[in-house]
Antibody, heavy 119, light 107 residues
Framework: QVQLVQSGAEVKKPGASVKVSCKASGYTFTSYYMHWVRQAPGQGLEWMGVINPSGGSTTYAQKFQGRVTMTRDTSTSTVYMEVSSLRSEDTAVYYC????????????WGQGTLVTVSS | EIVLTQSPGTLSLSPGERATLSCRASQSVSSSSLAWYQQKPGQAPRLLIYDASSRATGIPDRFSGGGSGTDFTLTISRLEPEDFAVYYCQQYGSSPQFGGGTKVEIK
């Protein structure tokens, strides 16, 4: 079955960077896009950007341009999302989610990775 | 950027009742590219409806979606205990955006 398994929780200090991984299995990795969505505590869902694992092209939400980098490793079917210059407002659960096309619904989602930014 | 407004913020209903959730877009959503997700506490969102009215794999038929243009609805015909959760709409006709969510709680 299709599965997206994310890396474990992280605690970071303000100004640091964090890199979250999302390992895909059960399907052809390069045939689907991977989006990243975050959710601050008690808040709604916020789209961050997307990577095409086939060629590695990326599109980021304007809010995150310059601070977020998405990459992939086709040999391990894993995508990565790095956020730099962390601040307390970046404390959130970060999800990866698969989509057949760039403009498509998301199914399934990873289990989420909690990133806590605290001094 | 398309802004999605969901209403009501909270819906208090009893098991067996019908739930109607609304999602209104600030401009027309192209090709009815709208999805609904269910999220329970501590869990990732789960896709319920895509393309405004198509049920995702394994979703019970008590869930139905409708609408087009700027106005969309999610209907749960008879609420089961496991349906009490938060529901989000999402448009993907352009840069993806989510609504603020509707919480369906037990009355």
């Amino acid at each position: 079955q299709v599965q997206l398994v994310q890396s474990g929780a992280e605690v970071k200090k303000p100004g640091a960077s964090v890199k979250v991984s999302c390992k895909a299995s059960g399907y052809t990795f390069t045939s689907y896009y991977m989006h990243w969505v975050r959710q601050a505590p008690g808040q709604g869902l916020e789209w961050m950007g997307v990577i095409n694992p086939s060629g590695g092209s990326t599109t980021y939400a304007q809010k995150f341009q310059g601070r977020v980098t998405m990459t992939r490793d086709t040999s391990t079917s894993t995508v990565y999302m790095e956020v730099s210059s962390l601040r307390s407002e970046d404390t959130a659960v970060y999800y990866c989610a698969r989509a057949f096309q760039f403009y498509d619904s998301f199914d399934p989602w990873g289990q989420g990775t909690l990133v806590t930014v605290s001094s | 950027e398309i802004v999605l407004t969901q209403s009501p913020g909270t819906l208090s209903l009893s098991p067996g009742e019908r739930a109607t959730l609304s999602c209104r877009a600030s401009q027309s959503v192209s090709s009815s590219s709208l999805a609904w997700y269910q999220q329970k506490p501590g869990q990732a969102p789960r896709l319920l409806i895509y393309d405004a009215s198509s049920r995702a794999t394994g979703i019970p038929d008590r869930f139905s979606g409708g609408g087009s243009g700027t106005d969309f609805t999610l209907t749960i015909s008879r609420l089961e205990p496991e349906d009490f959760a938060v529901y989000y709409c999402q448009q993907y006709g352009s840069s993806p955006q989510f609504g603020g969510g509707t919480k369906v709680e037990i009355k």
